[in-house]
């Protein structure tokens, strides 16, 4: 059998493409893009980047009505984002197979808040798996078409960011094509109207609690027998790490996360003296097991509700050596995230900050204009949300003056039409700034459907940003490069005084996509050393001798330094030969 070293998000897809998947419809969102991206490498997958979550869950639900077996993946908070479609299709019911697949990222690795998806699976009322190695990334998404074509229901598969982005060696398969399962008329089912509802809401029920005494004898929940004293009941990555840092324990692997077989926890938990339940996040497990009665002698009285785990903190929490010390890196120094040399955000964040703009912002590279020496980012909630925020704001104060919404073109796509949609219905007298870089970039680089390609990088119909923001009500909608600093700092001014709603476009494709000419700039001697360059928080340009100075082998060549230069002192390096 081949056996090949992956990361758990290529395990996801091969294993999706092993149980004969055919459609997977997703939105990128580190720890999951991967996923997808795999998935597209696969010709016999239909594979498209939607505009947002929950159009990719809906995309994919409709292949599932007609027979195939589909997939769509996010990480957790696209969960919220696709939760009204992901609700009622945990109620409807499916046709063929259709999995979710949600990346958690404790410890806020790449995302605005900690979250516990499996408390969706809950609410929604499906069953969710959770692996915890590659290997299972692989064969727990097999076991999830399985179950959900058997028992009729969406799965949910839990992952998160040690599991989708950790690499182990994974036993591969062969393709098993899946027939389309006939599609038939079933209004009753699939017509979420109020009688139906109740009546599908049984039915729900019925198959969760089927599905918690099946799972009771299923092989991905195992008891491990050891030392009987200590019983430890975990799931997922913890289950690593509690393995390492007690290996005399004995315990309960659940792979099957809610509904809870609890025959068998009752089980374990009488051949133990002591039982502890070990879990990253809330305290799902616990919760659930404490309330059917078993005592638990410890949770989360001994571990934290934030952040990740580690086998060291385990150790110490029964009491136990941690092992060697960790490496001590506080005299290391800092390495804040920066926006890229050359990057187009830069030029616009540089002329905000300068006129002292109160800008609210939204989830992309650019929240990173947040930080100093720009500081020019008011605020950050939620995808699409600076421009609800901005209209908000307005109707509240009945004041916009040097007030600006600020989101990317994969954003607004996403999630920020329709607030620009309110803004025109609404009368709004706001400023929106849609910075075009002609990617979805934070997430490293995905299509979308601004870019002209599509997921597995064909071309595809782009769309006009501009004709889209008229289209919506938008009379006055300017396009600019952003690297025009002088005229983009008149415009800003312009649009925020004008009395009407208007949106500026900042279009330059971004830095890591485009090649920028490569020569570097250097300081000459007509520095006045009043430090503009340093603002504008370029790391190719630091402090020497007390003076700024162009570190050549990071300049990319942008020439944006040049450009706000009050005295011309920056030059290209490659000027003379020109």
Not at 171 to 190: A, D, Q, S, T, W
Not at 211 to 237: H, L, V
Not at 549 to 569: E, I, S, Y
Request: proline letters at 5%.
């Amino acid at each position: 059998m081949d056996k090949r070293i992956m990361l758990g998000n290529e395990a996801f897809a091969r294993g999706a493409w092993e149980a004969g998947v055919t459609v997977v419809s997703s939105y990128p969102g580190t720890p999951s893009t991967e996923v997808t991206e795999a998935a597209a490498k696969y010709d016999e997958i239909y594979v498209e980047w939607a505009p947002n979550e929950k159009v990719g869950v809906e995309t994919a639900m409709g292949a599932s009505v007609g027979g195939a077996r589909a997939l769509s993946t996010m990480k957790h908070v696209g969960l919220n984002v696709a939760a009204d479609p992901f609700y009622t299709a945990a109620c409807t019911g499916v046709n063929g197979g259709f999995v979710v697949l949600s990346a958690d990222d404790n410890g806020c690795h790449s995302s605005q808040n900690e979250q516990d998806s499996r408390f969706h699976g809950r609410s929604a009322g499906v069953p969710v798996l959770e692996p915890s190695d590659a290997q299972e990334c692989k064969d727990y998404i097999k076991l999830a078409y399985d179950i959900s074509e058997k028992y009729d229901t969406v799965v949910l598969l839990r992952s998160g960011t040690r599991v989708s982005h950790s690499r182990g060696i994974v036993e591969l398969g062969e393709r098993v094509e899946h027939e389309l399962i006939p599609y038939e008329k079933k209004f009753m089912k699939y017509v979420a109207m109020p009688a139906m509802a109740r009546k599908l809401h049984v039915a729900q029920e019925q198959r969760l609690a089927q599905i918690a005494a099946d799972g009771c004898g299923w092989d991905i929940n195992s008891i491990q027998m050891n030392d009987p004293s200590i019983g430890i009941i975990t799931s997922g990555i913890c289950y690593q790490y509690a393995r390492d840092a007690m290996p005399e324990a004995s315990f309960l692997k659940l792979g099957l996360v809610y509904p809870l077989p609890m025959d068998l926890i009752r089980k374990f938990a009488d051949q133990v003296e002591k039982l502890y339940v070990i879990e990253e996040g809330q305290p799902f497990l616990e919760e659930q097991i404490r309330a059917q009665g078993i005592p638990v002698a410890g949770g989360k009285d001994m571990f934290t509700i934030q952040g990740e785990y580690s086998a060291r903190m385990i150790r110490e929490a029964f009491g136990k050596d941690g092992g060697e010390e960790p490496v001590d890196t506080s005299d290391a120094p800092g390495r804040p995230p920066l926006l890229c040399a050359g990057c187009p955000h830069r030029a616009l964040f540089h002329v905000l900050s300068k006129l002292k703009t109160t800008v609210f912002g939204d989830i992309g590279c650019y929240t990173l204009a947040a930080l100093p020496p720009t500081s020019a980012m008011d605020t950050t909630l939620c995808m699409g949300a600076s421009i609800g925020m901005a209209h908000g704001f307005e109707k509240a104060t009945g004041d916009k003056s040097n007030t600006v919404a600020v989101l990317g073109d994969s954003t607004f796509l996403h999630s920020g039409i329709t607030g620009l949609l309110n803004m025109a219905y609404n009368e709004s007298k706001g400023t929106v700034i849609i910075l075009d870089n002609r990617i979805t970039g934070m997430t490293g680089h995905q299509q979308n459907p601004a870019s002209g390609k599509n997921a597995k990088g064909e071309p595809a119909p782009a769309v006009d940003l501009k004709a889209l923001c008229q289209a919506v009500g938008v009379k006055h909608v300017v396009e600019i490069d952003p690297f025009e600093v002088k005229d983009l700092e008149r415009i800003v001014k312009e649009e925020t005084a004008r009395d009407e709603l208007s949106v500026i476009i900042t279009k330059r494709p971004c830095a890591l996509i485009v090649k920028q000419p490569g020569i570097p700039y250097e300081v000459t001697d007509k520095c006045k050393n009043c430090r503009q360059c340093m603002k504008i928080g370029c790391p190719a340009i630091e402090i020497k001798d007390g003076r700024p100075f162009v570190v050549a082998d990071r300049c990319v060549g942008c020439g944006l330094c040049a450009r706000v230069c009050p005295f011309d002192a920056i030059e290209c390096t490659a000027k003379e030969e020109q």
